[in-house]
């Protein structure tokens, strides 16, 4: 009878661990690594000023519905942070093949109007090219600028985001991710 008992114990307890519904590991718990991973989003060194709030996986259907509907996506998370009270986040997306990534990033920079003239930027960090696109919104009966970086590595998009005017926060985000 008790081993009957240890055996339906260490299965729920299998079965808790596998199916994710443990606490996620606090930052400094985390052993990273320069390996590529949707765990990107959980910075080894966060820049000054940013505090750590936490990580989540996103569904695959709301990745199609908030970046580009493509074929290959296989997992994707998001990790927040705040500055000044004011929230950013880290989306890493695995897709199935570099050239997977590339077609997110090309649908989704398309799904923007092209008659805005200065909505894309080139930029360059942590030996990538990245774009910064700026989106405007109304805040207060105001139109006011809200910037994120898209870019890919290998099979990897990340995007940083925030609601933020000032997109120097963003790109200091955005280069500590060391993507």
């Known amino acids: ?3 009957k008992v240890l ?6 307890l299998l079965l808790v661990a596998m199916s994710g519904c443990t606490e996620p590991a606090e930052p400094e718990d985390l052993v990273t690594t320069t390996d590529l991973s ?3 989003v959980v910075l080894e060194n966060i820049p000054e000023g940013f505090e750590y709030l936490g990580v989540h996986s996103v569904d695959i259907e709301d990745v199609k519905a908030d970046y580009a509907d493509v074929d290959g996506i296989v997992q994707a998370s998001e990790g927040i942070y705040q500055l000044d009270s004011v929230d950013h986040y880290i989306i890493a997306i695995e897709l199935d ?7 997110l990033v090309t649908q989704y920079k398309s799904s923007f109007p092209s008659a805005v003239i200065g909505r894309f930027e080139d930029e360059s960090f942590n030996g990538h090219d990245a774009t910064l696109i700026t989106k405007h919104i109304t805040l207060n009966g105001e139109q006011v600028p809200r910037y994120h970086y898209i870019w890919t590595n290998e099979n990897f998009v990340f995007v940083v985001r925030g609601s933020t005017e000032d997109s120097a926060t963003l790109l200091e985000l955005a280069k500590a991710t060391g993507f």
């Open 1 to 3: 009878m008790k081993m």
């Open 7 to 12: 055996m339906v114990s260490l299965i729920a």
């Open 38 to 40: 949707v765990d990107g």
């Open 97 to 103: 093949s570099p050239e997977a990534a590339e077609e």
